[in-house]
């Protein structure tokens, strides 16, 4: 029991020290994931490196970015985790006088090697969004080019000089299915 509740612990650290993002912390961020470590999220897909090194051009940007993480609910088989934490992006760009809230959740493989638990896979399944308007009311293209999940969030990314391209899963689709069943293939190593 002593081995399962510090296996958890460190996962919840990960999870939870997402904050490293907000407060800029880039080499304290680097250490969330395995070097090899991908992620996949609205604006960013590829090495989680390189996410970093594009988290840190967009904190130098007018677009700023709070992350509010819940604790996870994991799944354990092994050296092997999956994890699914409940997030909320609070986003807003003060030079557009436009912001954002997107509820989603990071659906996560983790790995302990030598030891050390981390992530070695980031999706995020978005579930919900909405503008806000730090400001008072401003004029928006209402031209639905997203899905209504994570409309607001690829506008304001996309007007903040970081484009959206692709589809991502949202709740209850068929791609949220889909990385369900390949994460829970891959946590019974059967992929």
């Known amino acids: 029991m002593d081995s399962y509740l510090a296996d958890r612990r460190s996962i919840d650290d990960l999870m939870i020290g ?4 907000d ?8 250490e969330l994931f395995h070097p090899d470590g991908v992620i996949e999220i609205t604006w960013f897909r590829g090495l989680f490196t390189d996410f970093v090194d594009a988290s840190a051009r967009m904190g ?12 996870p609910v994991v799944t354990f088989r092994g050296d092997r985790a999956v994890a699914e934490t409940n997030a909320m992006v609070v986003a807003e760009n003060v030079a557009l006088k436009l912001g954002c809230l997107s509820h989603n959740r990071f659906l996560d493989r983790i790995e302990k090697r030598d030891g050390i638990w981390k992530i070695v896979d980031r999706r995020s399944i ?3 969004g909405s503008f806000t308007f730090p400001c008072g009311i401003v004029d928006i293209d209402t031209t639905a080019k997203y899905p209504p999940e994570y409309a607001a969030l ?6 903040s000089g970081f484009p959206v391209t692709g589809a991502f899963a ?3 689709s068929d791609l949220e299915a889909t990385i369900k069943r390949s994460a829970q293939l891959w946590l019974e190593d059967k992929q």
């Open 18 to 21: 997402w904050i490293r993002r």
């Open 170 to 172: 949202t709740k209850g």
């Open 60 to 71: 130098e940007s007018d677009l700023r970015t709070k992350h509010v993480i819940t604790s």
């Open 126 to 128: 978005y579930d919900m």
């Open 23 to 30: 407060l800029a912390q880039w080499d304290s961020m680097r």
């Open 154 to 159: 690829a506008y304001l990314l996309d007007r």
